[in-house]
């Protein structure tokens, strides 16, 4: 029995004598490619017209594939798109279109069962996520992590005063700037939980007075659509506020989740950019006057912003406050910091 890659790779030769089925449909084999083929072979082994299996996955798209080989065309054409009810996987014809097709419709399954984490904190522990994602919503097949590295200001082109080390020194701060955001990418083994999650309205997560925003991973879907095209910015908010400071105001807004951005180190404030329906989604700029401080809201596509107070109608160079909060090296910006003992009502 033929049980080698040769011949099992392309798409000439013998591809009318071929088949193949997706190696995540064994799914009582999961990390055991010896047991399916064992699986494979055993079912086979009195078929006269079974040639061989593929000794290891054919990876097409960075897709797995099984490989059966077979001397009788009539039999492996009879295979094409029956579900085998022993193996409970279903076998198609091994040309290049069917492959295709198979493999688009294979990866749109998967991004209807997938989720994206996003806005986390780099050092946020993702053990933490996956066991409160696994227990309110099901069991999980697969984790990704995908780190989101800093902004960094670009260095001159030229060496300025002459001076290499300068140039080097920029492109060594760059170097060394580690990742403050992560992404992470949930795919469920069933469905229905990204059904759950997305059926049931559910656009973040609250974990460890964390709010976890939950779009798909599918960035065309009308549903990250709809989670992402309305939002504001909110500017002014103290440094050591969280999530569950702002849902007072989140409410008040109509908005459904929000993730803050990771503030300059001269800072006195940070932001967040909180998401709504369009349906509540208002164009209009307001401000709020809580933790003994104003805190702004307005468009996120609205530019204009002082970065000493986080005021939207003008630019730093207007602020009243610029002349307590200068901004040269040698004087610090004042940072706004809750009080947690004083009164905390949103006007």
């Given at each position: 029995?033929?049980?080698?890659?040769?011949?099992?790779?392309?798409?000439?030769?013998?591809?009318?004598?071929?088949?193949?089925?997706?190696?995540?449909?064994?799914?009582?084999?999961?990390?055991?490619?010896?047991?399916?083929?064992?699986?494979?072979?055993?079912?086979?082994?009195?078929?006269?017209?079974?040639?061989?299996?593929?000794?290891?996955?054919?990876?097409?798209?960075?897709?797995?594939?099984?490989?059966?080989?077979?001397?009788?065309?009539?039999?492996?054409?009879?295979?094409?798109?029956?579900?085998?009810?022993?193996?409970?996987?279903?076998?198609?014809?091994?040309?290049?279109?069917?492959?295709?097709?198979?493999?688009?419709?294979?990866?749109?399954?998967?991004?209807?069962?997938?989720?994206k984490?996003?806005?986390?904190?780099?050092?946020?522990?993702?053990?933490?996520?996956?066991?409160?994602?696994?227990?309110?919503?099901?069991?999980?097949?697969?984790?990704?992590?995908?780190?989101?590295?800093?902004?960094?200001?670009?260095?001159?082109?030229?060496?300025?005063?002459?001076?290499?080390?300068?140039?080097?020194?920029?492109?060594?701060?760059?170097?060394?700037?580690?990742?403050?955001?992560?992404?992470?990418?949930?795919?469920f083994?069933?469905?229905s939980?990204?059904?759950?999650?997305f059926?049931?309205?559910?656009?973040?997560?609250?974990?460890?007075?964390?709010?976890?925003?939950i779009?798909?991973?599918?960035?065309?879907?009308?549903?990250?659509?709809?989670?992402?095209?309305?939002?504001?910015?909110?500017?002014?908010?103290?440094?050591?506020?969280?999530?569950?400071?702002?849902?007072?105001?989140?409410?008040?807004?109509?908005?459904?989740?929000?993730?803050?951005?990771?503030?300059?180190?001269?800072?006195?404030?940070?932001?967040?950019?909180?998401?709504?329906?369009?349906?509540?989604?208002?164009?209009?700029?307001?401000?709020?006057?809580?933790?003994?401080?104003?805190?702004?809201v307005f468009?996120?596509?609205?530019?204009?912003?002082?970065?000493?107070?986080?005021?939207?109608?003008?630019?730093?160079?207007?602020?009243?406050?610029?002349?307590?909060?200068?901004?040269?090296?040698?004087?610090?910006?004042?940072?706004?910091?809750?009080?947690?003992?004083?009164?905390?009502?949103?006007?």
């Amino acid at each position: 029995m033929l049980d080698t890659n040769n011949d099992f790779t392309s798409y000439g030769g013998q591809v009318n004598h071929t088949v193949f089925t997706f190696l995540k449909s064994f799914k009582t084999y999961d990390n055991n490619l010896e047991g399916v083929i064992n699986l494979i072979r055993t079912y086979f082994h009195a078929n006269d017209s079974f040639i061989g299996v593929s000794s290891h996955p054919i990876v097409i798209g960075q897709i797995p594939l099984i490989i059966l080989r077979f001397n009788n065309k009539s039999y492996a054409d009879a295979l094409h798109n029956t579900f085998n009810d022993t193996l409970k996987v279903t076998f198609y014809k091994f040309d290049e279109e069917t492959v295709n097709q198979k493999i688009a419709k294979y990866l749109e399954q998967i991004d209807r069962r997938t989720i994206k984490l996003v806005d986390i904190e780099a050092n946020f522990p993702t053990d933490t996520v996956i066991e409160v994602f696994q227990k309110a919503y099901g069991p999980i097949e697969k984790v990704q992590e995908i780190f989101k590295k800093p902004f960094t200001r670009q260095p001159p082109n030229t060496t300025p005063n002459g001076n290499p080390n300068i140039a080097r020194h920029h492109q060594q701060r760059r170097n060394n700037n580690k990742p403050t955001k992560k992404q992470i990418l949930l795919t469920f083994k069933n469905q229905s939980s990204a059904v759950n999650i997305f059926g049931n309205n559910i656009w973040y997560k609250t974990i460890d007075h964390v709010n976890i925003r939950i779009p798909p991973a599918n960035q065309t879907s009308e549903e990250y659509i709809k989670r992402t095209e309305c939002s504001y910015k909110i500017t002014g908010i103290p440094l050591n506020a969280t999530s569950q400071d702002l849902k007072p105001l989140l409410i008040k807004i109509g908005a459904s989740s929000c993730s803050f951005t990771t503030p300059p180190r001269r800072q006195s404030f940070k932001t967040a950019y909180a998401y709504a329906p369009k349906a509540k989604f208002i164009n209009t700029y307001t401000k709020f006057n809580v933790f003994n401080t104003t805190i702004y809201v307005f468009p996120s596509s609205h530019n204009k912003l002082c970065t000493i107070c986080g005021n939207s109608s003008y630019e730093y160079q207007s602020c009243d406050l610029r002349a307590d909060n200068n901004t040269t090296p040698t004087r610090p910006l004042k940072k706004s910091l809750i009080n947690r003992n004083a009164n905390m009502k949103i006007s």
